[in-house]
């Protein structure tokens, strides 16, 4: 018998509270850490950061060297390491589901999980809430009571507008005074063209790019369902069409539609990560950490 996941997100969403389940993921994610390979990532979440050339060594904490024969510099309260920019798609598509999570439940969970584990390792942390426009834009702060307040926000926010990424990630990049981590999470269904020219925008700034592109497992391939009615979101229009005569050209197009995303992301050393909404949360933090240990 497969062991159930306790972690699953559809136990997790059972929770009361934003905040409760975004510390439930975190903190089950950082004691997978401690059991893993990955352990140095776990002390430097908490309360250090790798040794760089050039810092006092009268920082360094001997007892973590000792366990982990690495050096390790222990942070001050009051110490900021990066400022970070979490960018959520809530136009109408991000409501689409095929299971209990629709993407920008999913996506709001990875957010709040994100602010979580941000605000854990005293990173300054913002929050920006879009669809064709800016719909919320808060500023980062390091501190710990501003964490329950973007929550709320998150908790209390809606799916509605239409998508318009291109546009709306221009009028995002205006508005960032301070380079630092931009981590956007959305669908990305739009033209690929704008929305690259979007993501070159905080390239163009000096920015750090991660991007958490969210899709429902029905997005990758239809259903064997033969007549289907499919609805657009964003402009109620309905269509009938036998799923038969399109599935294979369906999947071949969104295939090469995430490559291309993928293929220019690399080319601007933005990382790029397709995830479905059925996707393990911790695999995403992973994801994160790994992006942000190879800014210092």
């Known amino acids: 018998m497969k062991k159930k996941n306790n972690l699953s997100i559809e136990n997790i969403v059972q929770l009361r509270g934003l905040f409760l389940q975004a510390k439930t993921v975190v903190e089950g994610f950082m004691i997978g850490l401690h059991k893993s390979p990955y352990h140095g990532f776990s002390v430097e979440f908490s309360e250090h950061r790798p040794y760089i050339a050039g810092d006092d060594i009268k920082h360094i904490d001997w007892q973590v060297y000792g366990r982990t024969d690495r050096y390790y510099i222990k942070q001050f309260q009051e110490e900021t390491n990066l400022i ?16 209990k999570i629709n993407k920008f439940k999913y996506s709001s969970l990875l957010a709040a999980s994100l602010i979580y584990m941000l605000t854990k390792q005293n990173d300054a942390t913002g929050l920006t809430i879009f669809n064709e426009k800016i719909e ?8 710990s009571s501003y964490t329950k307040m973007l929550m709320k926000e998150l908790q209390k926010t809606k799916c509605k507008g239409k998508t318009n990424v291109g546009l709306a990630l221009h009028q995002i990049a205006e508005k960032l005074n301070k380079k630092g981590l931009v981590i956007l999470i959305s669908d990305l269904w739009d033209d690929p063209v704008l929305i690259l020219n979007g993501i070159k925008h905080f390239r163009y700034l000096g920015h750090e790019v991660i991007i958490f592109h969210i899709w429902d497992p029905m997005e990758f391939s239809l259903r ?19 799923v038969r005569q399109m599935r ?8 090469q539609y995430s490559e291309k995303l993928k293929r220019f992301c690399g080319e601007n050393n933005v990382d790029y990560n397709l995830i479905t909404t059925d996707t393990d949360l911790r695999y995403a933090l992973m994801k994160y950490l790994i992006k942000r240990n190879k800014l210092y």
């Not at 970070?84 to 299971?99: C, E, H, Q, T």
């Not at 007549?227 to 069409?241: A, N, P, R, W, Y």
């Not at 294979?248 to 295939?255: I, N, Q, R, S």
């Open 248 to 255: 294979d050209e369906y999947k071949k197009l969104t295939e």
């Open 224 to 242: 064997e369902d033969k007549k289907v009615e499919f609805v657009d979101l964003e402009s109620d229009g309905k269509i009938k069409l036998d």
């Open 136 to 143: 919320k834009l808060f500023p980062p702060k390091a501190v």
């Open 84 to 99: 970070s920019y979490i960018l959520l798609d809530n136009s109408r598509s991000m409501g689409f589901s095929s299971g």
